[in-house]
Every structure is written in structure tokens, then in C-alpha cells.
């Protein structure tokens, strides 16, 4: 017994599964929001109640287009890990797999789309 | 598995039982702010697309986000962004083992309110 480490001693048990590796996927993705969100608040609000001409021309600027593309890629992922975390709180069973599986499609969707639109404008 | 008395045993107190304080409540709030967010990120996709698709598709979906309810959505998802963001950055320094006691926990609690309250008036502002 004394021979194994605090780690082999915790594997399998209860959440020692996957380790820290979502919380840590949590830290990274809030910091990196941290900076994009103020640059994409001050962009976007810059543009939202334009026409469609200066809506779409805004987008063909790199500086708003890759802000964007960013914080839509990184914050459906953070929020893809920070609803996982609240079903599996809330919720247990199938319905718990059908939820986060629902979710991921759902966030998943939203980036292709979010990528799409913004290149297809930015191009 | 020595659990043998299972279904009928005391349970440890869950929210139900505690008064409502100012830690429990920003901490909720933030899942809250967090979940709610997808609302107002959902709709910004939408007009993303409709905006690269056609004009017409843009009406609708500008229509929406610039009416009195687009704007009152905004305006909410914009305090709870920056709740969310003021909160998360707690949660970074408490990573840190700082602040975990009460007084301080409370202190940050009044800035990440009254800070969210701030931000979003000073964005308004400028934008």
C-alpha cells in the first residue's frame, strides 16, 4: 500500500475520473473571455443598430471579424462545460446524457453557424 | 455498500434550510447569469446569419434585436455578462486560496454587484 501514489489511490473513485482537466478547460476558456468579452461588447455595440450596408461592411474589417469569430468559438465552449456542470447537479439518469448531448449539439451549432455567418460576411 | 439503511437516513441541510446570505446569493447568481446568457447568445448568432444571408432576413432579425424587448434583452444580458465576468474573476482569485474568508468573501461579494451595476450603466454610455 504504501508503494502506490496518492493518484493510483484515486483513480476510479467518484469524480477522479478525467482529474481537473474540465476545471482547468473552465479556467482557461474565463480568462481568455476575460479579454474578449470588453472587445467584443465595444465592437458589437458599435455595430448592432447599424443598416445592413453598414453591418456587413463592419464585418469585412478584420479587427471585428476575428473578435467575434473568437468569442463565439471560446464562449459557446465555456458555456458547453458550465451547463454540463449544471445538469449533472440538477439532473441524473438518461435525461442527464440526453441533456448534455442535447446541449454540445446545440453550442456545437451555434459556433458553425456564428464562423459561418462572420466569413461569410468578413469574405 | 455498509450503507445499509439507505432511503432512510438524515440528511445533511440543503439550501432550503439556510437564510438566504449575501455569499449564497452571488453565487447563485452567477450560475444564473452564466445559463441565462445563452438567450442573448443564441440571438446574436441568429442575427449574425441573417445578416450574411440578405437584407431581408437582416430586417427580421435587426427587427427583433433593436425593439423595446430586443433592447430590454440586451440591456439584462449585459448586466448579467458583466456579473458573470466580475464573479468569475473571484472565482480565479479564490482558485488561489485568497479571500476565502468570510469578511472578504463578502467585500468581493458588494464589488462584484455593485460593479456589474456600473459597468453596464458606463456601457451604455459609451456605446
Known sequence: MAFLTDRKRAEGWGSAKSGTRHFWSMKVSSVALLFLIPLFVFTFGSILGGTYEEVTAAFTRPFPAIVAGLTVIVAFKHFNEGFQTLIEDYVHGAMEKVLIIGMTCLTYGAIATGLFAIARMAL | ?127
Not at chain 2, 439507505?6 to 439556510?18: A, D, M, Q
Not at chain 2, 456579473?83 to 482569485?93: K, S, V
Request: charge should be neutral; glycine fraction near 8%.
Open chain 2, 1 to 127: 455498500m455498509a450503507d445499509v439503511n439507505r432511503g432512510n437516513r438524515p440528511l445533511s441541510p440543503h439550501l432550503t434550510i439556510y437564510r438566504p446570505q449575501l455569499t449564497s446569493i452571488t453565487s447563485i447568481l452567477t450560475r444564473i447569469t452564466g445559463n441565462a446568457l445563452i438567450v442573448s447568445m443564441l440571438l446574436v448568432v441568429w442575427w449574425l446569419l441573417a445578416a450574411a444571408t440578405s437584407p431581408e432576413h437582416f430586417a427580421v432579425a435587426n427587427g427583433v434585436l433593436t425593439s423595446w424587448f430586443g433592447d430590454l434583452l440586451l440591456f439584462l444580458s449585459l448586466w448579467a455578462l458583466w456579473y458573470h465576468t466580475l464573479a468569475g474573476i473571484r472565482h480565479l482569485i479564490w482558485d488561489n486560496a485568497i479571500g476565502l474568508d468570510l469578511p472578504t468573501a463578502e467585500k468581493l461579494g458588494y464589488v462584484v454587484i455593485g460593479g456589474s451595476v456600473v459597468l453596464t450603466l458606463l456601457t451604455v454610455a459609451v456605446i
